[in-house]
């Protein structure tokens, strides 16, 4: 059967009329229901839209009371880094409440949530701004430190005001409890990886029934702390919530819309930490919606939903004669009333059809036993039926065939190409095409072909220096050739270098950026107009580099232990189209006190000093990995990659002097440890003063300046024998020791 004939019986078989759609109204206040139909022809689907005027559509809100900022955030070990400074901040936006909405009660906010991992709980403060500024702390910072960021917490939120039973030193989440101390700015530095953050919540709001960590409002308790590490906030159950260092009571009178931020600091050094994502969570009653309206609802025979009012609906299966069908819309609202209204959509069986096609003169198109032999347009009427009349509109249209005739010239060195058409030799051709209509055609061609008398010959060098033809020339990515025209009474110059288009040139620079062998191809053209082409197989090997990379430990040599084992992590280019075969090695120079030394093991083992030696400082360590490959003609082709570091070796030797001489002139007023503010490594320390009847004279913590250290002039201590103890911790572990002084005017 002819295909407009398989269309026609396929459209009598689908048509519809829409007779008629009842539109009953129901009321919610001032707003009627009103449904609009699409109507299509030949059972085919109809849209039903619903709305509350004629062609809207209800919109079913969905306001969000709770909002999270994904993604994860580095919070860098209590020094500034870039933009944020000291402080990581974020916002979550509320657009979705009324204008004037504000806070106004402490329950108003369910809860604020953070994942997140650190250690030393006592090193971080944590807070909340809303969109006007007032701002709420969740955890106070615990104590002052000597950090670059400890005075960027404002004083009104150092020092816990809740629950100081739990040790500092308590972990949240599982942390990574290593640093970077050379790029602590940089999360991807070795060191700096993210550990495993958890969810804390922290909430005023006892409306909810949420259940505070040790049951009483008070926060990171003893008892709610697990191997050294808080526990983590059940969100969906509503356990382990924290009351707010300070009251959410601050933030009354805030506005709802409008960014609010979370504020993460850290301001005491040796470790660091991460914010994988937060959440602020309101109370749904604060959503005052538009609409009112909950959902809408289709209920009749096959009706698919569209969006959240608009339907389709399909006829009846089978249907073979005039049917009517009923369909009812339902409107569910936000206070529990439904709007229902009911409408019928009449299917018939009477189509209007078009029948279009586009054929070449001396086809023939038949419709049921019509002929059709030209173009032809203009309409029918057929009857199916005693009762069903079937209007047919015509648009048939006839193109012609074309013959074309053309003469084309080559030089005899060329190959014969027209028209993405090769001919084998001169002569007579006739090639067959289509029209945009696609009627069949002739193009008439005859080829003539012209002598040409020139070769073309390309040069190559690697280094502008030596020109060659075909010699072959190796490398390392990237890896740079130029290329020129060796062809006499050339007049134009095109190229293929292997991994590129053509490009067109007399002389011409090329940087090979991939690995592999490359051919290179040339055409060049006489001023006759004649072209001869040329190429060289494999003439441009490129290799690839390694990647230099290492590690050492520990990360920070001590002037007792100068010695640092290196970890070599170089890594060798593999996966190119060459290069399978090479071999690997090393060259560390590493910077000594009076100049450097060469090692050539893969992980060498490195000591700066000899035992009793004193050194200390910066000392920069440079490796090169070197990844060599045997070349074209067999001679080796080193392809080379470094890394560099500092390494600082610092002086942990602390010193206790016996005698001080608080007389006034500048020299040994003070009693100090030698050492200890100058390596920075132990800067959890404390120190207690007795005289010599065993009565504390001085006693201080964490000592981070000069004016910390004890001065006998200050706490009116005569001459005299005196004693003193003295602790401290760093990443070498814990000294402690004590001994005698003596005050000499």
Not at 426 to 439: M, N, V
């Amino acid at each position: 059967m002819h295909p407009f004939m398989k269309k026609i019986m396929f459209l009598i078989q689908k048509c519809i009329i829409l007779i008629y759609c009842l539109l009953p109204l129901c009321m919610q206040g001032q707003r009627i229901v009103r449904v609009d139909v699409d109507s299509v022809a030949c059972f085919d689907s109809v849209l039903i839209r619903v709305g509350f005027s004629e062609g809207n559509e209800i919109v079913v809100e969905n306001l969000p009371t709770s909002l999270s900022h994904p993604g994860v955030a580095f919070l860098p070990d209590a020094i500034p880094c870039g933009s944020l400074g000291c402080s990581y901040r974020s916002p979550v936006t509320f657009s979705c409440f009324d204008s004037t909405a504000t806070i106004s009660s402490v329950n108003d906010i369910n809860f604020v949530r953070l994942n997140i991992e650190h250690s030393y709980i006592g090193d971080i403060f944590i807070g909340i701004t809303c969109p006007n500024g007032q701002r709420a702390s969740l955890m106070n910072y615990s104590f002052y430190g000597s950090s670059d960021c400890s005075n960027s917490v404002p004083s009104e939120y150092c020092g816990w005001t809740l629950g100081y039973s739990v040790p500092i030193s308590t972990y949240l989440g599982m942390p990574n409890d290593e640093q970077n101390s050379s790029q602590p700015c940089t999360s991807t530095a070795p060191g700096n990886e993210p550990g495993t953050g958890w969810n804390y919540c922290w909430s005023n709001n006892t409306e909810n029934g949420y259940v505070y960590a040790g049951d009483d409002g008070i926060i990171y308790r003893i008892g709610n702390s697990h191997n050294g590490t808080i526990d983590s906030s059940d969100v969906a159950a509503g356990t382990q919530f924290y009351h707010p260092d300070q009251n959410f009571s601050s933030l009354i009178g805030c506005p709802l819309n409008g960014d609010w931020y979370i504020e993460v600091m850290d301001g005491w050094q040796n470790d660091n930490g991460y914010i994988f994502d937060w959440e602020l969570s309101l109370k749904d009653s604060l959503i005052i919606p538009a609409s009112g309206i909950a959902s809408v609802d289709m209920v009749g025979n096959e009706s698919t939903r569209v969006s959240d009012s608009s339907f389709l609906v399909s006829p009846p299966e089978g249907i073979t004669s005039d049917t009517t069908v009923t369909y009812t819309v339902i409107v569910h609202t936000l206070l529990g009333e439904d709007l229902d209204t009911t409408f019928n959509i009449h299917y018939s069986t009477s189509p209007h059809i078009t029948i279009e096609d586009h054929l070449c003169i001396g086809d023939t198109l038949w419709v049921d036993s019509l002929a059709i032999t030209d173009t032809y347009q203009g309409r029918d009427t057929v009857y199916r039926g005693e009762n069903c009349p079937i209007i047919r509109d015509f648009d048939v249209v006839f193109s012609p065939s074309f013959h074309f005739y053309d003469t084309v010239v080559f030089c005899y060195t060329n190959r014969y190409s027209w028209h993405d058409q090769a001919f084998p030799s001169p002569g007579d051709y006739d090639l067959a095409w289509q029209t945009a209509s696609g009627c069949d055609s002739v193009w008439h061609v005859t080829i003539v072909g012209r002598d040409s008398g020139f070769v073309a010959t390309p040069l190559i060098s690697n280094n502008c220096i030596d020109w060659y033809s075909d010699t072959m020339l190796a490398g390392c990515r990237p890896m740079t050739v130029w290329l020129k025209s060796g062809t006499p009474h050339a007049v134009r110059n095109w190229w293929n270098l292997g991994d590129t288009v053509w490009i067109e040139g007399d002389e011409i620079t090329h940087v090979y950026d991939t690995i592999g062998k490359f051919s290179i191809a040339y055409i060049t053209e006489s001023e006759h107009g004649c072209l001869d082409t040329a190429e060289v197989r494999d003439i441009v090997w490129v290799f690839g580099k390694p990647e230099a990379a290492f590690f050492w430990a520990p990360e920070q040599p001590s002037t007792s232990h100068p010695t640092a084992e290196f970890f070599n992590q170089s890594t060798s280019f593999t996966g190119g189209a060459i290069g399978d075969q090479y071999t690997m090695g090393y060259l560390w120079n590493i910077q000594t006190s009076s100049g450097y030394d060469s090692v050539r093991e893969e992980n060498p083992i490195y000591t700066w000093a000899e035992e009793g030696e004193n050194v200390f400082g910066d000392f920069t360590v440079v490796l090169t990995a070197i990844q060599t490959y045997p070349g074209p003609y067999g001679e080796p082709t080193e392809c080379e990659d470094t890394a560099s570091a500092t390494i600082t070796i610092v002086n942990d030797w602390l010193q206790f002097p016996n005698l001080v001489s608080p007389n006034g002139d500048g020299t040994n007023d003070t009693w100090k440890v030698v050492n200890l503010l100058e390596c920075g490594l132990y800067q959890m320390n404390e120190l207690w003063i007795y005289n010599k009847w065993g009565t504390l004279e001085y006693h201080v913590q964490n000592i981070a300046e000069e004016d910390d250290f004890w001065d006998p002039e200050k706490t009116r201590s005569p001459d005299g024998t005196y004693f003193f103890r003295f602790s401290a911790k760093s990443i070498f572990g814990i000294v402690r020791t004590n001994g005698m002084i003596e005050v000499v005017r």
